[in-house]
């Protein structure tokens, strides 16, 4: 690789409809750009690096272990479409033997890779970045292969929980998160979906806090995963709306430990295929207009080409398939003291798989946005 990698990468999938999970993570103690930073009288503080974060020529090498999900295939399908990847292996244990669909660059065949197998490719030096899309608590002895091998200067980017806790991790939300910090980096958690959407509907806000905000979140069964379940049965799902992990879910963690306060997340799963709508309440400590909070986000996430700000609330048909996130709402109570700020975002892309590829572009000297449809 013409830049040279540093910090650890890899990227797992981690399921928002999973409750609390087995393992336990050390809360960390990485704050992101945000807290005191976030000031409406200023210009956005930690603005895109875009192109300017061009520095590399050279394809990368890439392996994503744990491709069966349906944020496997939206990673296939932007690798492809990106000029400075090279796919050359893709893990899935009940896909092997199959040849790989939606990538034209050359034909891979699904392999079942084991940590054996990581370790020599890593030793080997074949790879310059790994994808982790595997379930919570699966991709330990991955990344323990990559690290024994001495493979450290490869980027590893991990989609699950796992490392979302780790302060050895790079939290991987580059619209909150220091862009330099994850350009220097060669191990990137990814955040989780949910966690996302609701950290950018937050994070403006935070001097303005009066209260522990509440979000009332709504996904669609992809969500779920491909794994049949009461969360992903349409005919369960169609005209209801199931609630879960009512507290202490993992994201809700998340989201209080990256902003450092304490919220309160309610999820439910309902019956479109992708997309998240978020109705975030917001005590605030003193009064403000609609037009005063709107203001706000504006200049917090101005040129920010994956967060829009629209007036009314946005819907999720419209998020859907786009790869940005949107906040609208902006609805202030009469007594000036709450705000309902809606967000969308759609799970698979910018809540997984192209927040993935943004955190790589960075990593590896890539531009920003590369490979990315900015609609």
Same mark, same amino acid.
């Given at each position: 690789m013409a830049k040279r990698l540093s910090s650890r990468a890899a990227v797992q999938y981690s399921s928002a409809f999973s409750p609390r999970p087995a393992f336990i993570f050390r809360q960390s103690s990485f704050q992101p750009v945000c807290t005191s930073r976030f000031n409406s009288t200023t210009a956005n503080p930690n603005p895109p690096l875009g192109s300017k974060n061009s520095s590399n020529t050279r394809p990368a090498k890439c392996a994503l272990i744990g491709a069966r999900g349906y944020t496997g295939q939206a990673l296939i399908d932007l690798f492809n479409k990106h000029s400075n990847f090279d796919l050359r292996h893709v893990s899935s244990r009940e896909l092997a033997g199959q040849k790989v669909n939606g990538y034209n660059k050359r034909e891979i065949l699904y392999e079942n890779l084991n940590p054996d197998d990581i370790r020599q490719m890593a030793s080997n030096n074949e790879i310059d970045c790994w994808v982790m899309a595997l379930p919570n608590g699966v991709c330990e002895p991955y990344?323990?292969?990559?690290?024994?091998?001495? !493979?450290?200067?490869?980027? &590893? &980017? %991990?989609?699950? @929980?796992?490392?979302?806790? %780790?302060?050895?991790?790079?939290y991987g939300l580059p619209e909150l998160v220091d862009r330099a910090k994850i350009a220097k980096s060669t191990r990137i958690s990814n955040p989780g979906c949910y966690a996302t959407a609701a950290q950018i509907g937050i994070a403006p806000m935070l001097k303005y806090l009066g209260g522990q905000p509440t979000i009332f979140g709504v996904s669609g069964y992809s969500g779920a995963g491909t794994k049949p379940s009461p969360k992903n049965d349409v005919k369960n799902l169609t005209n209801n709306l199931i609630p879960y992990s009512l507290t202490d879910h993992i994201h809700e963690r998340e989201i209080s430990n990256q902003l450092g306060h304490d919220v309160a997340f309610i999820p439910h799963v309902a019956v479109w295929f992708q997309g998240i709508h978020h109705s975030i309440s917001i005590p605030l400590a003193k009064k403000l207009t609609s037009r005063d909070v709107r203001n706000i986000y504006q200049d917090r996430f101005a040129g920010e080409p994956l967060v829009k700000i629209v007036g009314e609330a946005?819907? &999720?048909? @419209?998020? @859907? !398939?786009?790869?940005? &996130?949107?906040v609208g709402g902006f609805a202030v109570h009469s007594s000036g003291h709450r705000v309902v700020i809606c967000v969308t975002i759609d799970n698979l892309l910018k809540g997984a798989a192209t927040q993935g590829l943004q955190n790589l572009n960075l990593a590896l000297g890539f531009g920003e946005y590369e490979g990315i449809p900015l609609d």
């Open positions: 990344i323990n292969a990559i690290d024994e091998s001495g !493979g450290n200067e490869s980027v &590893v &980017v %991990d989609l699950s @929980a796992d490392h979302r806790f %780790d302060e050895r991790w790079t946005p819907s &999720v048909k @419209a998020i @859907a !398939g786009r790869h940005s &996130v949107e």
